[in-house]
């Protein structure tokens, strides 16, 4: 069984200061874990991936998370907020061996807001 | 961006009747998924395609049915509409197994409410 926690439904921050969105996660095996953006009215899009290699992952648009297996956590951080990246952002997990192709676990999500 | 084409995009209708919402894609992948999006849940996966003819049910399957009977093509059928059937559905495609990369290419989303 594998499940994925967003600790925060709702982040606010400043244009120009540093992003953090929070992501706890549970696997019975190695996971793979991933965030996606979805800006308003838009379906979802792939910002990055971890999948055992390097910890630390970079995205697109600036964005990073590192996977940290001793506290099941793979953060989302970016140094400075740009106005674009208000959008919501999704921790989604994937641990299942079976090998079949819907074994995708979503966070709830995290909306972001940045203001002025 | 990856070509698929969700539609309706919008759609209102009433408790009781048939609704079908195409997923329509130019990328010749594999795979195909209908998920629901409603507040606090997150998506969900509702039906899947491995290939023509090929579907899978997933976390929340229960009043929905699927067809594929082309590669680029995936339906998603609501038999008998209920108002817990009112969310925003997405289709989504991947070239490998969704277990083992994760990258799924989404539609822009269709808007269901059922009256």
């Known amino acids: 069984a594998q499940s994925v926690t967003q600790l925060d439904s709702h982040v606010s921050v400043s244009e120009g200061t540093p992003v953090l969105l929070r992501c706890n996660y549970s696997?019975?095996?190695?996971?793979?874990l991933f965030w996606y953006v979805q800006h308003p009215n838009k379906g979802l899009q792939l910002l990055l991936k971890y999948t055992s290699a390097a910890t630390l992952v970079k995205g697109i648009n600036g964005f990073e998370a590192e996977f940290k297996k001793s506290e099941t956590s793979f953060h989302l951080t970016k140094p400075s907020a740009h106005m674009s990246d208000a959008a919501e952002y999704f921790c989604v997990v994937s641990g299942d061996l079976t090998g079949t192709a819907s074994k995708l676990t979503f966070g709830t999500g995290t909306r972001l807001q940045v203001t002025l | 961006d990856a070509g698929i084409t969700q539609s309706p995009r919008h759609k209102v209708t009433e408790t009781g009747t048939p609704v079908t919402l195409r997923c329509h894609q130019t990328?010749?992948?594999?795979?195909m998924y209908w998920y629901r999006q409603d507040p606090g849940h997150g998506l969900r996966l509702i039906h899947y395609?491995?290939?023509?003819?090929?579907?899978d049910k997933g976390e929340v399957s229960d009043g929905y049915s699927v067809s594929r009977s082309k590669t680029e093509d995936f339906l998603l059928t609501l038999e008998s509409a209920t108002s817990s059937q009112t969310s925003v559905y997405f289709c989504?495609?991947?070239?490998?197994?969704?277990?083992?990369?994760?990258?799924?290419?989404f539609g822009e989303g269709s808007r269901l409410t059922v009256l």
């Open positions: 395609s491995y290939g023509v003819k090929d579907t």
């Open positions: 990328e010749n992948h594999r795979y």
């Open positions: 989504a495609i991947s070239e490998e197994a969704g277990a083992n990369t994760g990258e799924l290419f």
């Open positions: 696997s019975s095996y190695s996971p793979s």
